[in-house]
C-alpha cells in the first residue's frame, strides 16, 4: 500500500487503548461493521473488520487520492472537534466520523461503517471498480467486502456509535458500563444459538434461567406456564433455592398483576402484592418478564431478588424484556 495520511501509524499507542481496542472490536463485530481508529494526531492506532475494498483502492494512486479527500477530510475535521457527521465516499460506501472524548477532549477519532446502503451504490461502484484496480470482488476472499445494510439500519447503527461516543465522554465508569452492556448482549445472542439447537425444553429453560442469573446478578428466579384453568402459573424451571419447584404463583386480584396477567413486564417491591402472589416472605422483590405469551399457555420468567441486592437497571430490564419476547 501506498503511504499515506490515512495508514500513518501511531508511534505509540496510549496506555489505556488496549481496553479501548477490546470494546471497538466487540461493536465492530455486533454491528457488522468496519471501525477505524485514530489518535488525537490522525495517526491509526487500530483497524476491526477491516474492507478489502478500501485497501484494494488505496494500491492505485488516483484511488488513494479520493480516498485521502473524502475519508481523510472526515477525520481531520473530527479531530479538530467536529461533531458526529456521516458521508458517502467516492466509492459509493456509506460511512461515519466521530471524535472520541474523554472528560470534555478529544483521545481518539473513529471513522467506520464502509457499507453499500443498496445495491444500486454497489452498481455505481461496480462501474468503475475497475479503475480502481478492484477485480474478482465476489469471489470468496472478499466475504467481508461485500456488504449490503439499508438506510434505516445504517441510522440506527450511527446513532447507536454516536450515543456511545457520548457516553465515553462521561468517563471511565461510564465504558464499564457500555462494556458490561456489551457483554451482555454478546452473550445472549451466542445463547441463543445454542438454546436453538437444544431439543430438550426443561434443558432450553434451565440453560437460560443459569445465564441470565449470572450476566444480571439475579439471586433466583422461575419459568413459569399458565396454568390450563389460566387462575395462575406453575413452575417448570427454578434458579436457586428461593422458589421451590412446586411452587404456584396466584392471579389474584390486584393491580400489580394487571401486567402479569396482560403478560406484560413488570416490576414490584412491595410486600403485600408480594405476598399474595404466592411468594415465601423471603422474596422481597420481584421482575416478570414475558415468554411465549401469543396463547393461552404462554409462559413467564420472573427474576427475583432480596432486599440486600440491587434493581436490575431500566437498561438491563429492557434487554431481558427484548430478549424473552424474541427467544
Not at 456521516?86 to 481518539?108: D, E, M, Q, S
Not at 458490561?180 to 426443561?202: D, F, I, K, M, P
Not at 416472605?281 to 409462559?299: A, K, W
Request: hydrophobic share 40%; with cysteine.
Amino acid at each position: 500500500m501506498i503511504a499515506n495520511r490515512l495508514s500513518r501509524p501511531a508511534a505509540t499507542a496510549p496506555q489505556d487503548f488496549q481496553q479501548w481496542q477490546r470494546l471497538i472490536d466487540d461493536f465492530a463485530a455486533l454491528l457488522g461493521l468496519t471501525l477505524v481508529v485514530y489518535d488525537q494526531n490522525e495517526y491509526l492506532l487500530a483497524t476491526s473488520r477491516a474492507n478489502k475494498i478500501c485497501s484494494t483502492i488505496q494500491l492505485e494512486p488516483e484511488g488513494l487520492r479520493l480516498c485521502e479527500q473524502d475519508c481523510g477530510s472526515m477525520l481531520s475535521q473530527a479531530a479538530r472537534g467536529g461533531e458526529f457527521t456521516t458521508f458517502k465516499c467516492h466509492a459509493h460506501l456509506h460511512n461515519f466520523a466521530a471524535p472520541v472524548k474523554v472528560r470534555g477532549k478529544i483521545r481518539y477519532v473513529l471513522l467506520g461503517g464502509r457499507v453499500f446502503r443498496n445495491y444500486q451504490d454497489f452498481t455505481k461502484f461496480n462501474r468503475v471498480a475497475s479503475s480502481y484496480g478492484v477485480k474478482d470482488f465476489m469471489f470468496v476472499d472478499w466475504d467481508n467486502a461485500i456488504k449490503f445494510e439499508n438506510a434505516q439500519y445504517f441510522q440506527r447503527a450511527a446513532s447507536f456509535m454516536q450515543s456511545l461516543m457520548d457516553t465515553f465522554s462521561q468517563g471511565p465508569d461510564e465504558i464499564d458500563k457500555v462494556k458490561q452492556q456489551s457483554y451482555q448482549r454478546n452473550t445472549l445472542y451466542e445463547l441463543s444459538g445454542v438454546l436453538g439447537a437444544e431439543h430438550s425444553v426443561e434443558k432450553v429453560f434451565q440453560l437460560a434461567l443459569e445465564a441470565l442469573g449470572v450476566l444480571f446478578d439475579i439471586s433466583g428466579g422461575a419459568v413459569l406456564r399458565r396454568a390450563v384453568n389460566g387462575s395462575g402459573f406453575e413452575t417448570l424451571s427454578v434458579l436457586g433455592s428461593i422458589v421451590q419447584p412446586s411452587f404456584e404463583l396466584k392471579l389474584e386480584d390486584h393491580a400489580v398483576l394487571d401486567d402479569l396477567k396482560q403478560d406484560r413486564y413488570f416490576y414490584v417491591e412491595e410486600t403485600y402484592p408480594i405476598l399474595r402472589m404466592g411468594f415465601p416472605e423471603t422474596i422481597h422483590s420481584v421482575h416478570s418478564f414475558p415468554v411465549l405469551s401469543r396463547n393461552q399457555n404462554g409462559l413467564g420468567t420472573a427474576g427475583l431478588q432480596h432486599r440486600t441486592q440491587r434493581r436490575v437497571c431500566s437498561d438491563a430490564a429492557d434487554l431481558l424484556s427484548t430478549y424473552c419476547a424474541v427467544s
